[in-house]
């Protein structure tokens, strides 16, 4: 039983769930990058802050379930896009045609946040804090190009009380490590203009060995690199009418690469709707509402593909997002999305 119980935890810990990453996997990042990109901080004229739950797997006992927040903005006081031929005037729509027409890159600046996930996934929790720092340099007219960094500290915890063991009395209990603190980091870069991005990051680059026993036969475990690469384009239908569409690869070690490719369209910029299809894994449906220009709420569904549909009711995310200190007196200030 003792074998079975460490195999099991050796498995989860270096294989992930199903998926195979350690990491929490979203739907949303399209709506907030900089989950997975710390080069995004501060790439705004106000705090962007975001809050969010999702529930993998509905029907599926102890499936994973993720909570975040996270929150980044600009060093200084000085307007990122105040010169003529950018943004002349507070209030203007930076949503807008003619300013799209007539963008230009933003001055080099500064920019720091932090995230906030907590993750749980059967008898393992984990909670990731990091700090983040970015600097954002103009390349040209129209283009910046931004390197960030996060560092913080990764908790990863086991529930002994939730295994079921034939012994109560099982010698395995004596040898559990249920606590551990570990290391973080993170880097990335990150492409932007008024309709284009891309990005590349890579989370947990520092390499660490994870174990839930002291018996060193079963103690092999480790942290894997997350890579991540992002790109999309915004295309104008007309003054009211932008659709978006995006791919994302990502690699996890030794895992097959991950394919997304997703589509938004947006409303007058009041609303916005979107689809997203991971292969070999999901489609999902998307949607969200600009409430006022402090207030945005969006919600997403996956459909699940594989072969955990016959069990799984598919999964759901929702994410609260506030723009603190929001200059434009307009519903959605976005330049990304």
Same mark, same amino acid.
């Given at each position: ?167 109560? !009395?099982?010698?395995? *209990?004596? $040898?559990?490590?249920? &606590? ?5 980091? @993170? +880097?990335?870069?990150?492409? #932007? ?96 509402? !600009?409430?006022?220009? *402090?207030? $945005?709420?969006?919600? &997403? ?5 594989? @072969? +955990?549909?016959?069990?799984? #009711? ?24």
């Amino acid at each position: 039983m003792k074998k079975i119980i460490y195999a099991f935890l050796l498995v989860f810990i270096t294989n992930g769930i199903a998926t195979a990453q350690q990491r929490p996997q979203y739907t949303q990042y399209i709506f907030n990058n900089y989950l997975l990109n710390p080069a995004l901080s501060g790439i705004e004229n106000y705090v962007d802050f975001k809050a969010g739950y999702r529930k993998q797997w509905s029907g599926i006992n102890d499936a994973p379930e993720t909570s975040f927040a996270s929150a980044h903005w600009n060093l200084g006081d000085d307007y990122l896009w105040k010169n003529p031929l950018s943004l002349p005037e507070k209030g203007d729509d930076p949503m807008s045609q003619n300013y799209m027409q007539n963008y230009t890159a933003s001055p080099a600046h500064h920019g720091m946040g932090a995230t906030v996930v907590i993750d749980k996934a059967g008898p393992i929790s984990r909670l990731d804090a990091n700090l983040t720092y970015a600097y954002h340099l103009q390349l040209s007219g129209t283009l910046n190009l931004s390197v960030g960094a996060a560092a913080g500290i990764s908790r990863i915890g086991l529930d002994v009380g939730s295994l079921t063991f034939e012994n109560p !009395n099982d010698p395995a *209990l004596n $040898n559990a490590i249920t &606590s551990q603190v570990k290391p973080d980091l @993170a +880097l990335g870069v990150w492409l #932007y203009g008024a309709r284009f991005f891309a990005g590349a990051s890579v989370q947990q680059i520092l390499p660490q060995k994870l174990s839930f026993t002291t018996d060193p036969i079963y103690n092999m475990g480790k942290d894997v690199p997350h890579a991540f690469l992002t790109a999309g384009y915004k295309f104008a239908l007309d003054e009211s009418i932008s659709v978006i569409p995006s791919f994302m690869l990502k690699y996890v070690e030794p895992t097959p690469l991950s394919i997304d490719a997703n589509l938004k369209f947006a409303f007058k910029d009041r609303f916005w709707i979107g689809g997203s299809y991971r292969h070999d894994d999901s489609f999902a449906g998307m949607a969200g509402v !600009n409430i006022s220009r *402090l207030v $945005n709420l969006t919600y &997403s569904y996956d459909f699940t593909t594989s @072969a +955990l549909s016959n069990v799984s #009711y598919g999964s759901h995310e929702i994410v609260l997002g506030l723009q603190l200190n929001n200059v434009y007196q307009v519903m959605s200030s976005m330049r990304m999305w």
